[in-house]
């Protein structure tokens, strides 16, 4: 009897920085450096015509998407990124199981499972509250 194990938060935080990293790469980014530790932010410094991009990426399960950093969190953020003159970007990413049969399920993520992934695409790094 298989025992199936649930994505630990490090793996649903790899597998967000993994989507992100190839939609990158297919809307023509390069991707200079990706960090996988949650302390970290910007998680993934990118260049797309010579302009610099950090990228803040969120992930959660569902029902939930990746919600934005803290207001002072952005600051900082956005402090750094003009200091190298780069922009600053936010993804934001909802995780949920593709073969949940309940409503339930669909908030367990295993480990080999299929997702269905809601992908914001990148987004001004801005908190309007």
Not at 16 to 26: D, K, N, P, S
Not at 38 to 48: C, E, N, S
Not at 58 to 84: M, Y
Not at 93 to 122: P, Q
Request: charged share 25%; hydrophobic share 40%.
């Amino acid at each position: 009897m298989s025992q199936e194990q649930l994505l630990s938060k490090e793996e649903l935080v790899q597998f967000g920085l993994r989507y992100t990293y190839g939609q990158l790469i297919q809307e023509g980014y390069e991707v200079l450096t990706v960090r996988p530790e949650a302390d970290v932010d910007p998680q993934i410094l990118a260049k797309k015509q010579d302009q610099l991009v950090f990228i803040v990426v969120r992930t959660a399960v569902f029902p939930d998407v990746g919600d934005l950093p803290s207001i002072h969190r952005i600051k900082q953020i956005r402090e750094h990124a003009e200091k190298h003159q780069a922009l600053a970007k936010f993804v934001s990413i909802g995780l949920m199981n593709a073969a949940a049969k309940t409503e339930e399920d669909k908030s367990k993520l295993y480990k080999g499972g299929e997702f269905y992934v809601n992908y914001s695409g990148l987004h001004e790094l801005i908190r309007l509250t």
